[in-house]
């Protein structure tokens, strides 16, 4: 698959910044650094770690971005769950490749929907 452009990858990130903005909104105190990085097959991981507080010596819990595809058509898989591996709630958006704008309302929607257990375990300690 070839490279996805650098802006999409910005794009998904930006997108998971402004969700730790929301949490933080919430829970001042939390610390939510985020980043991706580009697979050798085109694929974009991205996430978001939560600490719930500064000097925390782990996360309490991450957001996950995975997007695979070619020509400006991707499908993604995003999951919110504890650092430690537990998935608590999971988007998959199937086969289909959609356009980057459709994915991202469909990972704005997925976040909303599942505020209340971002913010539960983001201050998990």
Do not use: K
Not at 28 to 36: E, F, H, I, M
Not at 85 to 97: D, E, I, N, S, Y
């Amino acid at each position: 698959m070839p490279d996805a452009p650098r802006d999409e990858q910005d794009v998904l990130v930006n997108l998971l910044r402004s969700e730790g903005d929301r949490l933080r909104a919430v829970d001042p105190p939390l610390l939510t650094p985020a980043g991706g990085w580009r697979t050798r097959t085109g694929g974009m991981p991205c996430w978001r770690s939560v600490y719930p507080y500064d000097g925390a010596e782990d996360p309490s819990m991450e957001i996950t971005i995975a997007l695979e595809g070619e020509a400006g058509r991707y499908h993604a898989e995003s999951d919110i769950g504890t650092f430690d591996g537990h998935v608590m709630a999971l988007l998959q958006t199937g086969p289909q490749l959609r356009d980057l704008e459709e994915l991202l309302a469909m990972l704005r929607q997925f976040f909303t929907d599942n505020t209340d257990l971002s913010v539960s375990l983001a201050r998990q300690r």
